[in-house]
């Protein structure tokens, strides 16, 4: 069985063998202190310089590239993804010359079946807003349309 994706541009195709690049990003919804509490633990076990003053990472203004970044390290090196706070992400969250570390995992069909689509931490919001109606013109939205 093959199962074609397409995540934010990115097109993958997956077999039931198949391994596909991993990374670990936060859950769109944890508050900021969240995203400050994980991005400080993760930083005391592996190297956080990229998100520092001077890094290529570096973004005072967004702690969630700050803590995405900082959550897959570690997870590349800890094979864990922060349980619910986190989510296995087949698309590269990197951008610019702010590099993500990607690991070859096996991901079967089923599995790719119960992923997330999120968008990138840099997404502007006039290709979010683009990406939302493609969506919503292939599936119902109401639950997210304005009610006036």
Same mark, same amino acid.
């Given at each position: 069985?093959?199962? +074609?994706?397409?995540? !934010?541009?990115? /097109?993958?195709?997956?077999?039931?063998?198949?391994?596909?690049?991993?990374?670990?990003?936060?859950?769109?919804?944890?508050?900021? +202190?969240?995203?400050?509490?994980?991005?400080?633990?993760?930083?005391?076990? $592996?190297?956080? /310089? #990229?998100?520092?003053?001077?890094?290529?990472?570096?973004?005072?203004?967004?702690?969630?590239? @700050?803590?995405?970044?900082?959550?897959? !390290?570690?997870?590349?090196?800890?094979?864990?993804?922060?349980?619910?706070?986190?989510?296995? #992400?087949?698309?590269?969250? &990197?951008?610019?010359?702010?590099?993500?570390?990607? =690991?070859?995992?096996?991901? &079967? /069909? /089923?599995?790719?079946?119960?992923?997330?689509?999120? *968008?990138?931490?840099? *997404?502007?919001?006039?290709?979010?807003?683009?990406?939302?109606?493609? *969506?919503? &013109? @292939?599936?119902?939205?109401? $639950?997210?349309?304005? =009610?006036?």
């Amino acid at each position: 069985m093959n199962l +074609k994706l397409n995540l !934010a541009g990115d /097109s993958h195709t997956l077999s039931t063998a198949d391994t596909a690049e991993t990374w670990c990003v936060p859950n769109p919804s944890l508050t900021y +202190k969240n995203l400050q509490e994980i991005e400080t633990f993760a930083c005391n076990y $592996v190297d956080c /310089s #990229s998100i520092h003053s001077g890094g290529p990472c570096f973004n005072p203004l967004n702690a969630f590239i @700050h803590a995405a970044f900082a959550m897959n !390290a570690y997870y590349q090196e800890q094979h864990q993804c922060f349980g619910n706070s986190g989510l296995i #992400s087949i698309t590269d969250p &990197s951008y610019g010359n702010c590099h993500f570390a990607g =690991r070859e995992e096996k991901v &079967s /069909s /089923s599995a790719a079946l119960n992923t997330w689509c999120v *968008a990138k931490p840099t *997404a502007t919001d006039n290709l979010l807003q683009l990406n939302i109606d493609f *969506a919503c &013109s @292939h599936v119902n939205c109401s $639950v997210i349309e304005p =009610r006036w």
